[in-house]
């Protein structure tokens, strides 16, 4: 992963501010899903082996989007692993450095910390405003955006994709968050007299756009 997109995240990547509010829960998690807490005891003792850590990368990954309700004894080993890793940033930056669903699903996490910090920018979501009454609907952003740009649009998308995330449709979720971040760089690009906000975007979600298309098609 690129250094700007994660060394500009900021607040909490799991449990963000938009989630309650946009009905982004799934119905019900994948069957047995949770943390093996062997492996987790073991890798926060610093005891755990190259391929079992590899494991527990693939089973946070598949726990993340459904962090709001996990077993008790998931929720505590997910913590321990966050708190040992020094983060929610820090653990974006583990399981980047495991290719497939984990490098993945944490470039998406990133990409959706951001789209809710820029939430709160209103110069951005005035580009945005601006760049939605020449192109109401960008390519791949049709179903997804609603009619009205506001200072919940951003949050929208990055409810939708987690939401995907839960129901396992990875590459769906990987398909708009490729062209979110394509809109979102095209925006900062086009807008006229971008402040710092805009154009810090514009510079994040270039990134991020490499980063996931690489990650996507590595899987």
């Known amino acids: ?10 607040g909490e990547l799991l449990h963000r501010r938009h989630r309650a509010s946009r009905g982004a829960h799934p119905e019900a998690g994948p069957d047995g899903y949770g943390l093996d807490s ?11 082996a190259p391929q079992d850590e590899a ?8 726990l993340l989007p459904h962090s709001w309700d996990i077993p008790t004894k998931s929720r505590e080993a997910l913590t321990t692993i966050i708190d040992h890793l020094g983060g929610q940033r820090e653990l974006m930056a583990w399981l980047d450095r495991h290719p ?3 490098r993945l699903i944490a470039r998406l996490y990133v990409l959706m910390g951001h789209l809710d910090r820029y939430s709160d920018d209103a110069t951005v979501v005035g580009a945005l405003r601006s760049a939605r009454e020449q192109d109401p609907f960008p390519a791949g952003l049709r179903d997804y955006l609603l009619p009205q ?3 919940e649009t951003l949050g929208t998308l990055a409810s939708r994709m987690e939401k995907l995330l839960a129901e396992q449709r990875e590459e769906d979720a990987g398909a708009l968050a490729l ?4 809109w979102l760089e095209g925006v900062a690009e086009n807008a006229d007299g971008p402040g710092p906000a805009v154009l810090e975007m514009g510079s994040v979600m270039g990134h991020l756009h490499q980063d996931i298309e690489e990650s996507a098609g590595h899987r």
């Open 1 to 10: 992963m690129h250094d700007l997109p994660l060394t500009r995240s900021v």
């Open 38 to 48: 062997w492996r987790a005891g073991q890798f926060t003792a610093g005891t755990l």
């Open 55 to 62: 494991r527990l990368a693939a089973e946070v990954a598949e």
């Open 100 to 102: 497939g669903r984990p």
């Open 149 to 151: 740009t506001s200072d």
């Open 179 to 182: 062209a979110t971040t394509a």
